[in-house]
């Protein structure tokens, strides 16, 4: 233990006194006053020879760039690198403060900086460093070495304010030039009585980074038993954002926003506003898809009749949660088609309330160009904008209009209230549609929306939107497939405003009910309703589910109701309940080590003579990379003989993507198979780069550069780093800091990390760069012996022959040192009262230990000569 002495002490005590009664600029260089270390206090053999005057300046930060937390009038904000170097050339370090570094933590500069407040001037004035207390006068900084903390103290009316989680825009970083392919293949098989039916499916998101721009192409290829194949493009664009704007650029396929009209598909230029890069943060939303399915199925999803996901699941409830559909309005169709090839299919509303602006702030949307719609003869020129406005903290206002060149108009107007009662908007849309040889047609859509979470009672509820239609109106969709219709059909094939089945009233609920009684857990409910009906045909569909979910002891359980009705008044019931036990308490053993790890029964029936058993046991690897499911189901049928099926299903999350396969027999002789793999890859100027996570069209990705750490696994998207000692993290979000952190417990011994995370801030779509610094080499513990019998002392350091420092010298003479060969010599070196001391050490790797990389080498007795 080293202790300080008597006059540092006292010295310390004038220091605290005198900072308290003078300018901070004074106080700022009496950090860096002298002190004094008595090494008497110094304990063991050798203490008397530690050179301590290494320590006699205050601040003993050597130079480098260090990690550190970043406090602003002792509040954190941010997480930043601090370089420190000897500005005056006197051995003495200081922390470099820069432009950049200030605007990161969210400090403003004065417009005027006086020229010697700038220390060291470089290429960009944003990296210049500067003298902090001259720039902003009464402003310090101090660096905690040990708790790796900068704390600045500025006056309060430099501190930018209401900037939480905001990063300035000069912080943005363009990312590399790079090219990257996310893809999900699949192939399915069904053998029966009546033949064979099989299907591949590959589904892919690609583009290509160079500076600022960003070029993306979404879509699929398909092929069925037949032979009949399908490529299939959407959403070929360059995008790009404009900072100063605060806006994103797109120019090519995509889509319209769908917040406040219907998404359309558009070939055209689409400039809108990024509510990322403000400082209050907006969230985006997609639904989850949820489903039950009765054997190893295949799950498609369209929207706007387009295929957007297709994947395979094993028997019993699923849940998607990675889709990327298109804008917030248009529906999505989920068909699951089952081992023996039936298919049933639900609806899964899609559509988002206005979300409340800050007070002063807005938000727009513009879009121009051709509707891109493969159902249309004839595609018409569309313009939409949009534009959202926060008045105050109660009402925020919107409006927006379309118009095409083929004859349709439409207005909208619309307000949002923040009340007691939740969340309420109200809107109106005026349609004006000019149909040939016919008519113009005026009608009126209008819209109300409320949501409301009871925080008493754990109660969210939301009526996502009511909405009454006036028989004239026209949504833009059925508004262009009645005007096309019109000019290329024959009347009486034509659809026409007597004939066109259109939507008179859509009313859609959802309650969740967290059912708690203070530390009592009561489980969870949910119910959800939807009920449309339709003008010219008078028909309507609804549906309603209902589900509870708890556990007992270490068992779960949950049950699932459902009623729909379509068109025809058909009904079509359904319960599901479902148990799940863990195998390790069932079985009293300890599974830490992998295996099946729990056991599922569930039963259903669709209350008209159909019931269905199932039973299945599912478990995993102790390394996590394979999981497996084995079950079994007997299937009660009211106009058939039952049917029992035995499946499987396993999947392996190799470093390049992960690999699915399921099979599955029934005693009707029908046989089931599929395989699916999904994955991606960076293209970069160090190579390609597998990942194990496919990510979307818009997703911004974080390329680590990390030499030597093969195995360390990445934090964003479960990825690892490959052989080449590169890794991709996805799922980054774009224009916030991003702290990527490294795993680093698989690495080897002979790789030393100088840092486990970084901090990156990117752009939309980016693919940033982060560098990790390693220290390769062999390591070993040297427990050295000197020739005069003395101990050699604590912190002396270890050179090779060719004068690079290898480690140094810790307790009891013993030296931790890194990158040596199988043998070689090495010298010590120290200081002993200012005067140079050194001893030189041969060394020899025993048998047996050469080819043993990643364990660390100890070496006992190795003498080391006084020289």
Not at 241 to 256: F, K, N, Y
Request: negative net charge.
């Amino acid at each position: 233990m080293i202790l300080l002495s008597k006059n540092f002490r006292v010295t310390f005590l004038a220091r605290f006194i005198v900072c308290t009664l003078l300018p901070s600029s004074f106080c700022a260089w009496a950090e860096n006053e002298m002190m004094e270390f008595d090494s008497s206090f110094l304990m063991g053999p050798g203490s008397s020879q530690v050179d301590l005057s290494r320590y006699s300046d205050g601040n003993a930060i050597s130079p480098g760039v260090y990690d550190a937390s970043g406090y602003v009038n002792n509040d954190l904000v941010t997480t930043l690198k601090v370089e420190f170097i000897d500005i005056a050339h006197n051995g003495k370090t200081q922390a470099c403060i820069t432009p950049k570094m200030l605007s990161q933590l969210h400090i403003r500069l004065p417009d005027d900086i006086p020229e010697k407040a700038v220390l060291v001037k470089r290429e960009e004035s944003i990296n210049n460093c500067l003298d902090l207390a001259l720039a902003i006068p009464q402003s310090t900084n101090h660096f905690d070495g040990g708790d790796q903390r900068l704390d600045i103290g500025v006056p309060q009316m430099w501190v930018q304010k209401g900037f939480a989680n905001y990063v300035d825009p000069s912080l943005w970083d363009d990312g590399i030039p790079a090219a990257m392919l996310s893809y999900n293949v699949s192939a399915w098989k069904n053998e029966n009585n009546y033949g064979t039916e099989d299907s591949v499916y590959a589904g892919f998101n690609g583009g290509v980074n160079l500076g600022a721009w960003h070029f993306r192409a979404q879509g699929n290829y398909s092929r069925q038993k037949d032979g009949d194949s399908n490529i299939d493009y959407q959403n070929r664009y360059m995008q790009r954002d404009i900072a100063a704007l605060r806006s994103q650029l797109i120019i090519g396929e995509s889509g319209t926003s769908g917040e406040a009209f219907d998404t359309v598909n558009l070939r055209g230029i689409r400039l809108y506003s990024e509510s990322q890069m403000l400082p209050p943060q907006l969230a985006s939303y997609a639904p989850t898809i949820r489903g039950v399915a009765n054997s190893n199925a295949k799950v498609t999803i369209t929207q706007n009749g387009y295929k957007i996901y297709e994947t395979t699941v094993p028997p019993g409830p699923f849940a998607i949660d990675d889709l990327s559909p298109s804008g917030y309005g248009a529906d999505l169709e989920v068909t699951i088609t089952e081992a023996d090839g039936s298919k049933h299919s639900f609806s899964q509303a899609f559509s988002s309330l206005v979300q409340m602006m800050h007070p002063g702030v807005g938000k727009w949307d513009l879009s121009v160009g051709q509707v891109n719609d493969d159902s249309l003869r004839d595609e018409p020129g569309l313009a939409q904008g949009t534009f959202y406005y926060g008045f105050n903290n109660t009402f925020t206002g919107f409006s927006g209009i379309q118009a095409t060149d083929n004859g349709y108009l439409a207005g909208l107007l619309g307000l949002g209230m923040n009340t007691l009662i939740g969340a309420v908007s109200f809107d109106v849309t005026q349609s004006q549609t000019n149909v040939p040889d016919d008519k113009t047609y005026s009608g009126q859509s209008y819209r109300v929306s409320w949501n409301k979470f009871f925080a008493p009672t754990d109660t969210s509820l939301n009526i996502a939107a009511y909405r009454y239609s006036t028989k004239d109106y026209l949504g833009l969709s059925d508004a262009l497939s009645i005007i096309d219709d019109a000019k290329h059909s024959d009347s009486d094939t034509a659809h026409g405003m007597n004939n066109y089945s259109r939507m008179k009233n859509q009313f859609t609920i959802s309650l969740n009910q967290s059912l708690k009684n203070g530390d009592i857990n009561y489980g969870s409910l949910y119910l959800n309703g939807s009920w449309a009906d339709y003008w010219v045909t008078n028909d309507s569909r609804s549906s309603f589910s209902a589900g509870y979910s708890n556990s007992l002891g270490w068992a779960s359980y949950s049950i699932n109701v459902q009623r729909a009705y379509d068109e025809d008044n058909h009904r079509d019931d359904s319960v599901y309940l479902s148990v799940t036990i863990p195998l390790d308490k069932l079985l009293g053993t300890d599974r830490d080590s992998g295996g099946f790890r729990t056991l599922n029964s569930s039963v259903s029936s669709d209350f008209d003579g159909s019931n269905q058993f199932n039973t299945s046991a599912s478990g995993y690897s102790a390394d996590s990379r394979w999981n497996y499911s084995i079950s079994t189901a007997y299937d009660m049928e009211k106009e058939d003989k039952d049917l029992s099926t035995i499946s499987s299903y396993v999947s392996y999350d190799s470093n390049y993507g992960n690999i699915t396969a399921s099979a599955s027999a029934s005693n009707d002789s029908s046989r089931q198979y599929s395989l699916n793999t999904d994955g991606a890859f960076v293209l970069h100027s160090g190579g390609l780069t597998f990942s194990n996570q496919s990510f979307s069209d818009g997703d911004t990705l974080v390329l680590i550069d990390a030499p030597g750490a093969k195995g360390a696994r990445i934090d964003y998207g479960n990825s690892t780093i490959d052989r080449f000692g590169y890794g991709i993290g996805n799922s980054l979000t774009p224009y916030r800091e991003n702290i990527v952190s490294l795993d680093i417990n698989e690495l080897d011994n002979d790789i030393e990390m100088k840092s486990t995370s970084a901090t990156v801030i990117p752009r939309r779509g980016a693919v940033v760069m982060s560098q990790f610094a390693t220290d390769q080499g062999r390591s070993a513990i040297i427990n050295l012996v000197r020739s005069d019998g003395q101990p050699i002392p604590f912190t002396a350091e270890v050179f090779d022959q060719n004068n690079n420092m290898l480690g140094t010298v810790g307790q009891g003479s013993q030296a931790f040192v890194r990158g040596i060969d199988d043998s070689g010599e090495l010298e010590v070196r120290w200081s002993l009262q200012n005067q140079a001391q050194r001893c030189r050490l041969h060394y020899q790797v025993a048998s047996g230990n050469e080819d043993a990389p990643g364990k660390t080498l100890v070496l006992n007795a190795v003498p080391c000569k006084m020289q």
